[in-house]
């Protein structure tokens, strides 16, 4: 899951939400542990955070988890001041790889003893790193898209007016008056008469110049006929598997009639 800014009074601290395995046993490992992981350029606020979350400070790669009132630092050389998840015994904070990444996570005794932690703070470097990467990506994402939907909303907008025009008071008295005045219905039909008819897209003969450019068309005929071609094969299979079914039938019923016919020949033997 992708970080997200925390808002409020908490500047430039980032925050997303994780969750861990919560039991070893088979039967509860349906249970799952939610807890909220921070960053920041700086110490985690007290006020920040409930029980159980962890905060990485990205200036000088400090790893803390919040207990009941207060912060407190990960150190990975100590094991007795290793840090517990609350209200769960055997959860511990670590870092882990994960999908061939490291990530902090919290994990039972056992896979502390398969990763074992030489130098905590390259680690934590590297996890930063990542972040900083996965930032950057996500913001030219996020231009790119911007970008994208300004362009398309501002195709016409960007289009500039002519030389010299300040709007419709530039034009002429007369075109003015001609657009705004009614045209008499006499002088209305008189011009429609006098008018050619045009051909319109949906027009008969614009329909027909465009049948022949189309029938004209070397790649549509020898589709045409390729779709002919697939059809007849089709029928043709179709009749040959209604005769094969029908020949079956045929072949069952003979069948039966010979079975009928040596029944009734050894009834008559029978009697004689």
């Not at 195709?155 to 008056?177: A, C, K, M, Y």
């Not at 027909?208 to 029928?235: A, C, F, G, T, Y």
């Not at 009639?257 to 029944?263: A, Q, S």
Request: charged share 25%.
């Amino acid at each position: 899951m992708d970080f997200s800014p925390v808002g409020n009074s908490y500047a430039d601290v980032i925050q997303r939400i994780r969750k861990f395995r919560a039991f070893d046993e088979p039967e509860k490992k349906h249970i799952f542990q939610s807890f909220t992981e921070f960053c920041a350029p700086y110490k985690p606020p007290v006020t920040l955070g409930k029980p159980g979350d962890v905060f990485l400070n990205r200036k000088t790669y400090k790893l803390y988890m919040r207990e009941d009132s207060q912060w407190t630092q990960w150190l990975s050389t100590s094991d007795s001041s290793r840090l517990k998840y609350p209200e769960l015994q055997n959860r511990f904070l670590w870092i882990v790889p994960n999908s061939g990444q490291r990530m902090v996570d919290f994990v039972p005794s056992s896979i502390l003893k398969r990763f074992k932690i030489l130098d905590a703070t390259e680690l934590l470097k590297s996890i930063v790193s990542l972040q900083q990467k996965q930032d950057q990506t996500r913001k030219r994402k996020s231009e790119s898209s911007l970008n994208t939907k300004k362009g398309k909303k501002g195709r016409l907008s960007n289009i500039e007016p002519p030389v010299g025009w300040s709007g419709i008071d530039d034009l002429p008295t007369q075109l003015l008056t001609s657009v705004s005045a009614p045209v008499p219905r006499s002088n209305l039909m008189s011009s429609l008469s006098s008018t050619a008819p045009l051909q319109t897209p949906g027009s008969s003969s614009s329909r027909v110049s465009l049948h022949n450019s189309v029938s004209m068309s070397p790649q549509i005929q020898r589709d045409k006929k390729l779709l002919e071609r697939n059809k007849l094969l089709e029928r043709e299979n179709q009749e040959l598997k209604m005769s094969l079914r029908i020949s079956k039938e045929l072949e069952k019923d003979s069948h039966m009639v010979r079975r009928l016919h040596h029944i009734a020949s050894e009834v008559l033997m029978s009697f004689f």
